[in-house]
């Protein structure tokens, strides 16, 4: 039930911040919220009365952890997606962020996952953008099956002639959290996207090279996460590669 209070005693508590272990605390949680984090010995009767208690002597708390990239639906399987997802949320990540794929497989994991249908974690996925040209990828093709790559809103072809506003608004409308930008995308492009997605409050995850955005324009759009780190060295090249 959404008000069940749930008091976990006695654990050692490893709470992130670069401590150590706190032994001997206790977790209040109520419905899905952690309402109090306190030694053990200072629970009062209150805290107790009419709660869940589990005994977590000699066990350890954490907080959930967060797997930053997957790709729970580039090629959508259902079956193989809930494996993956049940194994994130039994191995303690209780967060994950897609880095783009079938934008409504994914809208239908994230709330099946999030009411409660299927053991997962929390689901933040991302529309993806990038130039005309990535859209023969095979990756693509697979994430919009019944319709065409690169003009569908979780997957748009974008140029320096692109509607911008519309562009992202038809991004936000997949409910996804972010826009992934992949490839054949200019800096000043980038810069434009990123300021347009901040307007309408979404974030943008960047691949660190978009040939030809170089490692060095990618950081100066203003992008929220750039991820593969190793993408960095295209900057030492002379020139860096369009391609």
């Not at 708390?61 to 930053?68: A, M």
């Not at 093709?141 to 319709?147: D, Y």
């Not at 972010?178 to 434009?192: C, E, H, V, W």
């Amino acid at each position: 039930p959404a008000s069940q209070v749930v008091v976990y005693r006695d654990a050692g508590l490893i709470d992130g911040l670069g401590g150590g272990v706190k032994p001997h605390m206790a977790v209040i949680v109520e419905g899905a919220v952690i309402k109090a984090v306190l030694p053990d010995q200072q629970l009062s009767k209150a805290d107790l009365k009419g709660a869940e208690v589990v005994d977590l002597s000699g066990r350890y708390l954490l907080p959930g952890l967060v797997d930053s990239h997957v790709h729970l639906a580039t090629s959508p399987n259902r079956k193989r997606a809930e494996a993956l997802m049940r194994r994130e949320v039994y191995g303690g990540v209780t967060a994950v962020r897609d880095m783009a794929g079938d934008g409504r497989a994914l809208a239908d994991l994230a709330r099946a996952s999030r009411v409660g249908e299927i053991p997962g974690p929390d689901i933040f996925y991302a529309a993806l953008m990038a130039g005309p040209g990535f859209f023969a990828d095979q990756r693509t093709v697979s994430a919009t099956q019944g319709a065409t790559a690169g003009a569908v809103p979780w997957m748009q072809a974008v140029t320096s002639q692109t509607d911008l506003p519309l562009a992202v608004a038809l991004a936000r409308g997949t409910s996804a959290s972010g826009i992934k930008t992949y490839a054949d995308i200019s800096g000043r492009l980038l810069a434009r996207i990123t300021a347009e997605a901040h307007r309408q409050g979404m974030r943008v995850w960047s691949h660190g090279i978009l040939f030809p955005a170089t490692p060095e324009e990618v950081v100066a759009a203003g992008v929220d996460v750039i991820s593969h780190a190793c993408q960095a060295g295209f900057q030492a090249a002379a020139p860096p590669p369009v391609s």
